[in-house]
T-cell receptor
Framework: QKEVEQNSGPLSVPEGAIASLNCTYS??????FFWYRQYSGKSPELIMS????GDKEDGRFTAQLNKASQYVSLLIRDSQPSDSATYLC????????????FGAGTRLFVKA | KAGVTQTPRYLIKTRGQQVTLSCSPI?????VSWYQQTPGQGLQFLFE???????NKGNFPGRFSGRQFSNSRSEMNVSTLELGDSALYLC????????????FGPGTRLLVL
């Protein structure tokens, strides 16, 4: 089992729709969770971080965390073509030393 | 404030050669982490340096090494290059070790022929 798992996609949604990206993790001790966006040929950029169970909203983005289910998700409302990118889920783990573990990423296409 | 810089941006090497990549962190950032990104394996943690000391290391062979200088700049070295080392190498920096938010540089794309 991978430490952080994401559906590789691609996930295709029409412009204006809600895109839902999901991620599960294996380390129950993880406390910090992140979503990065990576455009093709570019480096990842942080778009959301979440530390507590529940929802965290920032503009069109909402991160959801459920530690009991070891599940974190990202919702993108009113999706735009400029949201087309790969979204990486990352989890901070302190098992075997502090490090950030990334999922393989989900490719999102927003069709105009 | 200037962002994270990495040099060179692109490199072509042949099998058996060695390569050194450089990362200059954002001013004030003392923690530098290195990652390898490939289409098949995704983004994988190589190692993290803080105050010139390696704090943590991922599951990579000893051919991959790094160091950090007193000005927080970091270098990573890959010796005896293999075809499978072709990847995007990213560094990410933070103000202090353990801090949550890290900022990525543009990466160095290495092609091994």
């Amino acid at each position: 089992q991978k430490e952080v798992e994401q559906n590789s996609g691609p996930l295709s949604v029409p412009e204006g729709a809600i895109a839902s990206l999901n991620c599960t993790y294996s380390d129950r001790g993880s406390q910090s969770f992140f979503w990065y966006r990576q455009y093709s040929g570019k480096s990842p950029e942080l778009i959301m971080s979440i530390y507590s169970n529940g929802d965290k909203e920032d503009g069109r983005f909402t991160a959801q965390l459920n530690k009991a289910s070891q599940y974190v998700s990202l919702l993108i409302r009113d999706s735009q073509p400029s949201d087309s990118a790969t979204y990486l889920c990352a989890v901070n783990s302190n098992t075997g030393g502090f490090k950030t573990i990334f999922g393989a990423g989900t490719r999102l296409f927003v069709k105009a | 404030k200037a962002g994270v810089t990495q040099t060179p941006r692109y490199l072509i090497k042949t099998r058996g050669q060695q390569v050194t990549l450089s990362c200059s962190p954002i001013s004030g950032h003392r923690s530098v982490s290195w990652y390898q990104q490939t289409p098949g394996q995704g983004l994988q943690f190589l190692f993290e340096y803080f105050s010139e000391t390696q704090r943590n290391k991922g599951n990579f062979p000893g051919r991959f090494s790094g160091r950090q200088f007193s000005n927080s700049r970091s270098e990573m070295n890959v010796s005896t290059l293999e075809l499978g080392d072709s990847a995007l190498y990213l560094c990410a920096t933070k103000q202090v070790a353990g801090e949550e938010t890290q900022y990525f540089g543009p990466g160095t794309r290495l092609l091994v022929l």
